[in-house]
């Protein structure tokens, strides 16, 4: 699907471009208000695949809306993954907000006129969009810093300046404290008072993450050109200027993920941009400098959720003449990027009597990062292709192991049937499901922003 993709897009290219040039040139930035009424244009010609929800406000009481795409919008099909795109996560990284209207124009536009990629896409997949998680940042940059200046930092912050990408829990902290006990690295818990530790951005896009069962997402960003996947911080960050590769356990497929972003994009794999140079165009977040509290370790140690970032260009408020360009660079890359929550294994886990269980954890030997099944007892597992031993448990059901194979497209479906354990044998894991009223609740401090 991957490699035949392209050719697929480029047919509709000229069409599209003259419809977005007609339209009065589409490919210009968008104050709040512009930015609304673009993604309600798009609701709009495509009613019935799209949905428009907001999941809060900001500080200024902007509404950080979502965009999604689906064959049925605001329901989730089980075994249909849920996806996301998250841009302007800085108010002054601007081109993200761009290219994810663009990309809602774009898969609106093909779906209508039978383009059998985006099409296929829309009926597997629930596509989530949010191009603006920092509206308020934005104004002010807008109106401060335009397109014409190059402030650095003048509205990267949201409206109380707080840099939204050092405003999660620290759950690194608290999974290099657990490698101490039992090692447990997924679905670490929040503090208590989380809510009133964090910025209404953040506590609206925390809240999303943990409502819709989230297998893959992008965040993006500006100011450099590279996909740098986790950990984004070291686990010594108290080492000035050192920097120290930080791998997840699922290090071969975040490397997978950010190439498959950089080697689709116009330049990024070439690996000499802005000045810097990254080595396939693609980056370990801690190795490049470590960052504390970022959305994208917080998604996987927090959520089923795999994360990477992305640094679309060097300047963060390019001008307006360079987002056709930019578009073109950046549209195979993100639907390409998009296609990959199509990989590895996904299946239901059931009971005895075919009643879907929700929070079974699945664990894949060698690999020592477990997901969770969904509300609707579904489980999506990104896998690179090869062979693996996946086990299914959950409190009071008798483990269940397979071999299963995955090959390089689509992902190989393997559902698991578990059998009531007996009394002495039921596995109790303290730690199961972030919903579990058991679960430890974390006592670290959050810390000063
Ligand atoms: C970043 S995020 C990407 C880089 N991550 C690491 N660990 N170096 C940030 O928030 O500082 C860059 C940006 O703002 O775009
Ligand atoms: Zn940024």
Known sequence: MHCGGRALLLPWLPALLAGFLAAGSEFRHHRYEDMVRALFAVHNRCPYVTRIYSVGRSVEARHLYVLEFSDNPGIHEPLEPEFKYVGNMHGNEVLGRELLINLCQFLCEEFQAGNQRVARL????????????????????????????????????????????????????????????????????????????????????????????????ANLHGGAVVANYPFDKSRDARIRGRTTYAATPDDQIFRNLARTYSYAHGWMHKGWNCGDYFDEGITNGASWYSLSKGMQDFNYLHTNCFEITLELSCDKFPPESSLAGEWLANREALVAFLEQVHHGIKGMVYDENNNPIENAEISVSGIDHDVTSGADGDYFRLLLPGTYAVTASAPGYAVSSSTVTVGPAGATQHDFYLKKAPKQNVKTKQHHGRRNAASPKSTLKLGPR
């Open 122 to 217: 829309l009926y597997d997949t629930r596509i989530h969009v949010m191009p603006s998680m920092n509206p308020d940042g934005y104004e002010v940059a807008a109106r401060q810093q335009g397109p014409e200046f190059n402030g650095y930092l003048v509205g990267r912050g949201n409206a109380r300046q707080v840099d939204l990408n050092r405003n999660f829990p620290d759950l690194n902290a608290l999974m290099y404290y657990y490698e101490k006990s039992d090692g447990r690295n997924h679905h670490l818990p929040l503090p208590d008072n989380w809510e009133q530790q964090v910025e209404p951005e953040t506590r609206a896009v925390i809240k999303w993450m943990q409502n819709y069962n989230f297998v893959l997402s």
